[in-house]
């Protein structure tokens, strides 16, 4: 008998400028709390491209079926490879869930308009 193939998704999104006024009410401190240095580094602190990233950490908290607080901030990052696409790393609980529930087969999906940031996870085992 053939193995049993887990799917689960998640999708968030964002108005980017209510995330622009968080971002400019509590600065370094919001950017240090939910992105990790190679993520702000990156965007470049473009507020399009880290909403983007904030709705992606959601929407794999989501495909994860923890949401963000049993998972943290940081053991979810999204990094660029070579070619421009997007790549999840995960850490600490994010990834202990990940592995324990074979889920290891991850597609993300990000785009933004000039008012809104969306981000779609797909993940099998």
Known sequence: MGSIQALSSGIDIL???????VL????????DRIFTKREIIETRRNSASLA???????AVAKALGTGIGFVGWKDIEIVY???????????????KISEDMNLNNW???????ASQAIALIVVIS
């Open 15 to 21: 108005d980017i400028h209510r995330f622009e006024d």
């Open 24 to 31: 400019e009410r509590y600065g370094d401190r919001f950017l």
């Open 107 to 113: 597609s993300i999906s990000l785009s933004h308009t």
């Open 81 to 95: 490879s070579d070619n421009n696409r997007p790549i999840l790393q995960l850490y600490g609980y994010a990834a």
């Open 52 to 58: 983007a990233r904030f709705a992606a950490k959601e």
